[in-house]
């Protein structure tokens, strides 16, 4: 039996409980948060039998064989470096780390201790991501990826975590990088990344505080970006993040040389894109009957999918705990390679440092632009090395 | 000068949370209309308090003080605690659909504003605002009366209801610490409290999850509180002597039917279609809800279930005895006037 705890007794920390209780050969046998009572809720909901208020403790005391960190951000490398001093293997919710650097000096340290290391990327483990997947390895595509966008929008409303975010010139997600990018985008960087064959792309970043924010007189929060990546000059992508367009997509398009695929996270589908044409007329005419039936397919996977009792709303983050686990147990290879982790970090890491460097503009250029000094300037793009 | 027959006088600072909210703003010109003259309003940094600076407008030099900061921050709490004689405690957890959210903004702020009053050991009151959710209403006989010597829920966690569970244990903590530290307190538990400037019709009423209003109240009377009278009621728990840990149940008199209601409510602010669900029908469906989410491992979160029918559409019976008994209450505004501003706000307010 594995033994789990959970550092973190917020919000996330609940899905981690609920789909690890849904795994079997697995217990969670302790939760920490530094607040006691945080602790003591999530151990009395969840039944585990042992909370505590110190991250040493705990792991003196119940020995875990995994922690699962859900805590903010800013403590995610520390609390990493210590689970995994004490041998123990480790689940960190997103973002992995706060930059590059610490990324690798985790990686590293997991490799040198032969500890198990993921990242809480479960979006790219939902029913369609992973139907995707093995096209994708099957060949469907006919090479290396062309071409790829991945739009990772987020509704700005005018819920309390908005309120508070804007109103709190100290709230945590201010104190990030990245500030309330840095809090979203790892789930869509990734899904690049996964696809990326090099180490080193060329990374181009505008983003801007959107009309809606500058309205309510915001000037910090960066709440729309797109973004270029280029590699070797073969595989190219881009990246869109966006507060106010509409729909809100979480949709990821990947083109290779023959064919393509659009993933609609929200709706769980997954569409092939034949690169053959048919000929004259019926170009307009059978492709939408193809579209129709391919639609028809996903509706019903995903009613048999529901119908098994498989269609949770966290379904890919279950899927990831479990092969997680069993990368430890039955030693698969790892859910998501330590590479693709740390390019997701490199590439966050470009995208805001060409953000932060931005910033720093004339104030003549500031006022022309009017308060919105993130434009775009070809000297600004990274090279990643 | 002091009115004897209230625990402080009128010069003694009071600290109402969640100052700028729906019932926070009633009560604090309750008691401005009391004579107070030493309010600290306790909101949110992230809160609007133009509603509050309006009222501090209309009446000029009655001391009242407004302080922005954050319940979880422990050394807001002691300066919002330092010297009070009363806390109206009405701050509620937002984040009603996370647990932990719902937690964290109800018990643990609690917890902190607990901690900081003992320290400035002056307080002669904590009034705790609570609500009718936490009775769990399962053991009572349909029609049978719901007051303050009812159970409440055991066993929150298997409930799985954010406001619930927050509202359970933070009326445990209240209490504990009245035990441990002999904190002055009393809780009330407001029904359903409306008034102008509240849109939602109640789930008590009927929901429109589904595309259509579908009425499930029927004929049972639907425990409302008029938010003025629920505010007389908790500035009268917070001030009257000798309630120390009371528990009040708060609601008006003339409680009119959910059919009743929802009559006026189409006649006075919209029409719509509604269908009646009889209660043997619900029953049945919070029943079907609850075993297929529980047999599909929550892959339907249990958002119907038959504790929520207990609480919500089980026909019952409410008392305000104990509050015009023991603190002297009285609905001073009548159900049909309270309905009547009700659905003006509502045309107002679009």
């Known amino acids: 039996m594995l033994k789990v705890a959970i550092v973190g007794c917020g919000k996330i920390a609940d899905d981690h409980a609920l789909q690890i209780q849904r795994i079997s050969g697995c217990e969670i046998v302790a939760a920490c948060d530094t607040e006691p009572l945080m602790a003591k809720q999530l151990a009395e909901r969840f039944r585990v039998k042992r909370h505590f208020t110190d991250l040493v403790e705990l792991l003196n005391e119940a020995r875990p064989d995994v922690v699962h960190i859900t805590t903010p951000p800013e403590s995610h490398f520390k609390l990493a470096v210590s689970c995994l001093e004490r041998g123990c293997h480790v689940y960190v919710e997103k973002p992995f780390t706060l930059n590059y650097p610490d990324a690798q000096q985790l990686i590293g340290l997991a490799e040198e201790q032969k500890l198990k290391l993921t990242v809480g990327h479960d979006a790219q483990f939902n029913h369609a991501a992973r139907r995707m997947r093995e096209l994708v390895q099957s060949g469907y595509l006919g090479g290396v990826p062309v071409h790829m966008e991945s739009y990772y929008c987020y509704e700005l409303d005018d819920s309390s975590y908005v309120r508070a975010l804007l109103n709190d010139k100290q709230h945590w997600v201010r104190r990030l990088p990245g500030k309330l990018l840095h809090n979203i985008i790892s789930h869509g960087v990734a899904k690049m990344s996964e696809f990326l064959t090099t180490d080193a792309p060329q990374v181009i970043a505008h983003g801007f505080v959107s009309p809606l924010l500058r309205r309510m007189g915001e000037t910090e929060i960066v709440d729309e970006l797109r973004v270029i990546i280029s590699e070797k000059e073969q595989t190219t992508a881009y990246f869109t993040f966006s507060s106010q367009m509409r729909p809100s997509l979480h949709e990821f398009r990947i083109y290779g040389p023959q064919n393509g695929l659009v993933l609609d996270q929200d709706r769980d589908t997954l569409i092939r894109l034949r690169g053959t044409r048919f000929k004259s007329y019926a170009e307009k005419f059978v492709p939408p009957v193809i579209f129709a039936s391919q639609f028809l397919g996903n509706l019903t996977t995903n009613v048999r999918t529901f119908l098994a009792r498989d269609f949770h709303m966290k379904s890919g983050m279950k899927y990831l705990i479990e092969s997680f686990y069993d990368s430890i147990v039955r030693g698969t290879p790892l859910p998501i390679s330590h590479r693709e982790i740390l390019l997701t970090a490199r590439i966050m890491d470009g995208i805001f440092d060409q953000l932060s460097a931005r910033r720093v503009v004339p104030a003549c250029e500031s006022h022309v632009l009017d308060g919105m000094p993130l434009q775009f300037n070809p000297k600004h793009s990274t090279t990643l090395t | ?350």
Request: include cysteine; glycine fraction near 10%.
């Open chain 2, 1 to 350: 000068m002091e009115d004897r027959s209230e625990i402080v006088g009128h010069e003694a600072p009071i600290l109402i949370t969640g100052a700028a909210g729906f019932m926070g703003l009633r009560l604090v010109e309750n008691l401005i209309e009391r004579g107070f003259r030493n309010l600290r309003c306790f909101v949110r940094a992230s809160g609007a308090v133009d509603k509050l600076e309006a009222i501090a407008d209309r009446y000029p030099g009655r001391g009242i003080e407004i302080v922005k900061g954050n319940l979880l921050s422990r050394s807001d709490c002691a300066v919002a605690t330092k010297d009070v004689t009363v806390i109206f405690h009405l701050a509620a957890g937002t984040g009603q659909k996370s647990i932990p959210d719902a937690f964290m903004n109800s018990v643990v702020t609690t917890r902190n504003l607990l901690d900081a009053a003992l320290q400035h050991k002056g307080l002669r009151r904590f009034a705790n605002v609570s609500s009718f959710v936490v009775y769990p209403n399962v053991r009572n006989p349909t029609s049978g009366l719901l007051d303050e010597s009812c159970q409440v829920e055991q066993h929150p966690e298997l409930v799985l209801d954010a406001y619930c569970y927050a509202k359970v244990k933070q009326d445990e903590l209240v209490t504990e610490y009245g035990k441990k530290y002999g904190l002055p307190y009393v809780i009330l538990r407001p029904g359903s409290v409306f008034g102008p400037g509240k849109k939602q019709i109640t789930g008590r009423i009927g929901i429109d999850t589904f595309g259509v209003f579908l009425h499930l109240g029927g004929g049972n009377r639907i425990p409302f509180t008029y938010v003025d009278n629920c505010a007389d009621a908790i500035a009268l728990a917070g001030l009257t002597p000798g309630v120390d840990g009371e528990i009040f149940n708060v609601v008006d008199d003339d409680l009119p039917t959910s059919r009743e209601f929802l009559r006026l409510y189409k006649r006075n602010v919209k029409t719509f279609t509604s269908i009646y669900v009889p209660h043997a029908i619900s029953y049945a469906f919070c029943r079907l809800w609850e075993q297929y989410s529980r047999w599909s491992y929550g892959q339907l979160p249990p958002g119907f279930n038959r504790r929520r029918w207990h609480v919500e559409m089980k026909r019952t019976h409410y008392s305000n005895d104990k509050l015009k008994k023991r603190l002297g209450w009285v609905s001073k505004v009548p159900m049909d006037e309270g309905l009547r501003r009700f659905f003006q706000g509502c045309l107002e307010n679009g």
